[in-house]
């Protein structure tokens, strides 16, 4: 049977991290895949979550399964933390733990489906590359509204005309934050117009939570998604905990949904408790059970705020040396473009050639979209990362 299995196609991604780990180049520089770096060129674990796994570790809690909804502290600790303590009442949101962020779009994307069924999801373009896969795999229609513009700032005006076309009741796709891949994010007065046009139009947005924290701070980088809590009736929300809390490998997130309505909402907890059921059952606990350990508790909370505000300066800075290096090398339209941008990625103007170029005579390994992870560089290596894009990029 398993020979008339066609070729799938393979995660580039993936592909690029395998390439990368072949390659024997001592100076090779791995830009690929988002994800945290320090200065040692590791990943750390988090001094708050080494702490509360002691806590938990010595609590010794029974294995015994959980219920469909995962970790019940967690899901409680997660709305006071998006919505805000004194934000959104806790009668209009319900939050269920899911397997990360991917997860949680998963979830909620079925939860679209079995809504209103052939729906039409309108992305970004570009998007996060998982976002078309797990909504076309939920069964659901996928659209494109324009990102960037040619000078690689937001083309809010773009967006907001693509955006006109979305009609009742079909979902719109919006990163909360540092968006990946572009790391170009609308300002607040683009944010405020997507609250108008979906009040007006009665389309509903998914807000993508993956990065908060990593742009202007945790609060701030909430501010947009708080402010649509506050002025639609409907909203999704999926939420990943693999960044700011530096836990990737526990696959912890969790979906959230308001409504006005509260029989819509025990309806919305069932018809999300049914899609975990059938996709995996249960989330994971470990990673919950840490996070809900450190927003319960004061002082681990302001722990991993620190060492969180720690990470997004690191970030800060390696984007400014970056921006202020290819100002020197002669490429400041390159350097304005970086500077706009924020959040652990940005994507360069280069093309899939330039991108080659860089990967093959300066073992700098991007995506041929042109993606870098600004948190994975060591600032020693910057000046080498410069030089190797203003190469490339002729002029
Ligand atoms: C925009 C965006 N959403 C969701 C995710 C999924 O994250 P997780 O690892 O929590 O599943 C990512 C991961 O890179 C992402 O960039």
């Known amino acids: 049977?398993?020979?008339?299995?066609?070729?799938?196609?393979?995660?580039?991604?993936?592909?690029?991290?395998?390439?990368?780990?072949?390659?024997?180049?001592?100076?090779?520089?791995?830009?690929?895949?988002?994800?945290?770096?320090?200065?040692?060129?590791?990943?750390?674990?988090?001094?708050?979550?080494?702490?509360?796994?002691?806590?938990?570790?010595?609590?010794?809690?029974?294995?015994?399964?959980?219920?469909?909804?995962?970790?019940?502290?967690?899901?409680?600790?997660?709305?006071?933390?998006?919505?805000?303590?004194?934000?959104?009442?806790?009668?209009?949101a319900t939050a269920i733990q899911t397997v990360a962020g991917t997860g949680a779009l998963r979830l909620l994307a079925d939860l679209v489906r079995h809504t209103r069924p052939g729906t039409t999801v309108w992305i970004s373009d570009p998007a996060y590359v998982n976002h078309r896969p797990i909504m076309e795999a939920a069964g659901l229609r996928v659209r494109t509204y324009r990102w960037v513009g040619a000078d690689g700032h937001h083309d809010a005006a773009g967006m907001l005309e693509d955006l006109g076309q979305a009609g009742r009741d079909e979902v719109v796709l919006l990163q909360g934050c540092c968006h990946n891949p572009t790391g170009v994010d609308p300002s607040g007065r683009t944010?405020?117009?997507?609250?108008?046009?979906?009040?007006?139009?009665?389309?509903?947005?998914?807000?993508?939570?993956?990065?908060?924290g990593l742009g202007d701070g945790l609060e701030a980088d909430l501010a947009p998604t708080r402010m649509l809590a506050e002025r639609l009736p409907e909203l999704l929300i999926a939420v990943s905990c693999s960044k700011n809390f530096g836990l990737y490998a526990d696959r912890t997130g969790c979906a959230i949904v308001l409504s006005p309505s509260a029989r819509a909402l025990r309806h919305v907890d069932t018809a999300l408790q049914n899609a975990a059921r059938t996709l995996y059952s249960m989330p994971p606990e470990h990673g919950a059970a840490i996070v809900a350990t450190i927003l319960e508790d004061d002082v681990l909370r302001a722990s991993w705020q620190a060492e969180l505000d720690t990470m997004r300066d690191r970030i800060r800075a390696n984007r400014a040396d970056l921006t202020t290096r290819l100002a020197d090398?002669?490429?400041p339209a390159l350097a304005?473009?970086?500077?706009?941008?924020?959040?652990m990625f940005s994507t360069l103007p280069l093309g899939e050639e330039q991108m080659l170029r860089l990967r093959g005579e300066f073992a700098i390994y991007g995506t041929t979209t042109g993606r870098i992870n600004i948190a994975g560089i060591q600032a020693e290596r910057i000046p080498c990362l410069a030089r190797g894009i203003a190469a490339v990029s002729g002029g």
């Open 1 to 92: 049977m398993l020979e008339l299995l066609p070729a799938p196609p393979v995660d580039p991604l993936w592909e690029l991290t395998a390439a990368y780990g072949a390659d024997d180049r001592p100076e090779r520089l791995n830009l690929v895949l988002g994800v945290y770096r320090d200065e040692a060129g590791t990943t750390p674990v988090m001094r708050a979550v080494r702490e509360a796994e002691i806590v938990l570790a010595d609590r010794s809690a029974s294995k015994e399964y959980r219920g469909l909804s995962g970790n019940t502290a967690f899901n409680r600790a997660m709305l006071r933390t998006v919505l805000g303590a004194g934000g959104t009442p806790a009668d209009r």
């Open 191 to 212: 944010w405020a117009d997507l609250a108008d046009l979906a009040g007006r139009n009665g389309w509903v947005p998914l807000v993508d939570l993956a990065y908060h």
């Open 329 to 331: 090398l002669g490429r």
């Open 336 to 343: 304005a473009v970086l500077a706009g941008q924020q959040g």
